[in-house]
């Protein structure tokens, strides 16, 4: 079972670091999402009234939905399905001591929604590839 992280507000900071550089997702954000995952193992036998687990292998997604930025390629281009990097979200910005979650991430591709009298969205989704660290600034 998973319980989503959601930060909202002006002082979430995101920033994707991959082969072609430093991307920072914050500034335009809706929302971003990070969805740690504890995949249990079932244990119950044939004679048990109850289900029983055991804490079986972790893992983690992180979404983030923001508008499109004008005149520009280089975000969408940092998120192509596929690109292996560094995602590092906080929560409350980047003052020492605030909470720092990273973790090495595969990217979904950049999904861009564009209503007819709306404004542009980009959103995308990642896969974790290894721990989520929960550190501080």
Known sequence: MASTLT???NNTFAQWIYSGGT???????????ITPVNNNVDTTAAADEWSTFLAGIKSWTSSISLLQPVGGT????????GTQGTLIVGPEGTAAGKRKYSGAAISGGGVVNMPYADVVELSCDFQGNGALDYGTW
Do not use: I, W, Y
Request: proline fraction near 0%.
């Open 7 to 9: 930060f909202k507000g």
């Open 23 to 33: 991307v920072t997702l914050t500034g335009n954000q809706r929302t971003v999402n």
């Open 74 to 81: 280089a975000l969408e281009d940092a998120l192509k399905s």
